[in-house]
């Protein structure tokens, strides 16, 4: 599976984004698909994941009620709406895809993407 994100960039606090990762192979439908995001200085860290079917998904409790993830397995694309963005959101995004279940764990994902940058303004 390869993975590419897109839709990062320059917004204002209180703006939104929207994250799209693009994925070729036949395993995405089957595949749990997460994001993750590394800010400068820090460890990677994980944002939100869904499940194959779409019907399972879970968030870091910091973009709890702010952040949307969502997938599209006839499009082979998986999806972060951002909104309400917060300074401290600002970080490189990363989306991954992983054979298991939903998991919060950068080790239950085998493939990731390059990652693309959101920078969010006070």
């Known amino acids: 599976v390869q993975l590419v994100e897109s839709g990062g960039g320059l917004v204002q606090a209180g703006g939104s984004l929207r994250l799209s990762c693009a994925a070729s192979?036949?395993?995405?439908?089957?595949?749990?698909m997460g994001w993750f995001r590394q800010g400068p200085g820090k460890e990677r860290e994980f944002v939100a994941t869904?499940?194959?079917?779409?019907?399972?998904?879970y968030y870091a409790d910091s973009v709890k009620g702010r952040f949307t993830i969502s997938r599209d397995n006839a499009k082979n694309t998986v999806y972060l709406q951002m909104n309400s963005l917060k300074p401290e959101d600002t970080a490189v995004y990363y989306c991954?895809?992983?054979?298991?279940?939903?998991?919060?764990?950068?080790?239950?994902?085998?493939?990731w993407g390059q990652g693309t940058q959101v920078t969010v303004s006070s």
């Open positions: 991954a895809a992983g054979p298991g279940g939903i998991t919060t764990n950068v080790r239950g994902y085998n493939y």
């Open positions: 869904i499940s194959w079917s779409g019907g399972s998904t």
């Open positions: 192979g036949r395993t995405f439908s089957t595949s749990t």
